[in-house]
């Protein structure tokens, strides 16, 4: 069973950054798609893609967010980062942390995933 777990949610000023990282746990960074995706208040059935990167750090990014948001990812510590800069009170929400065996053409936001953590939560406030 993979296990992963977000880190660094906070309340931040539209304009600031802020920096989530997700521990994951066996070799499933290395090996698989990872991504972010995220939840808006409100809108509890919806989850958007927010970033892939593949098991070759490959990466595709939200329209929303590109040129704002960066995923990476360090396989040595088993961790997944989202950079996130300029933030806007739209990108508020619960960000979570997800994987899938499916890696390739499949790892692109707007697909879906098989493992979840618990998300953390993220409020912009303008």
């Known amino acids: 069973q993979v296990q992963l777990v977000e880190s660094g949610g906070g309340s931040v000023q539209a304009g600031g950054s802020l920096r989530l990282s997700c521990t994951v746990s066996g070799n499933t960074v290395s090996r698989y798609c990872m991504g972010w995706f995220r939840q808006a208040p409100g809108k509890e059935l919806q989850r958007e893609g927010v970033?892939?990167?593949?098991?070759?750090?490959?990466?595709t990014y939200a329209d929303s967010v590109k040129g704002r948001f960066t995923i990476s990812k360090n396989d040595a510590k088993a961790t997944l980062y989202l950079q996130m800069n300029s933030l806007k009170p739209e990108d508020s929400g619960i960000y979570y942390c997800a994987a899938t065996t499916s890696t390739g053409s499949w790892c692109r936001v707007g697909n879906g995933m098989d493992y979840w953590g618990i998300g953390t939560l993220v409020t912009v406030s303008s």
């Open positions: 970033a892939t990167i593949d098991s070759d750090y490959t990466t």
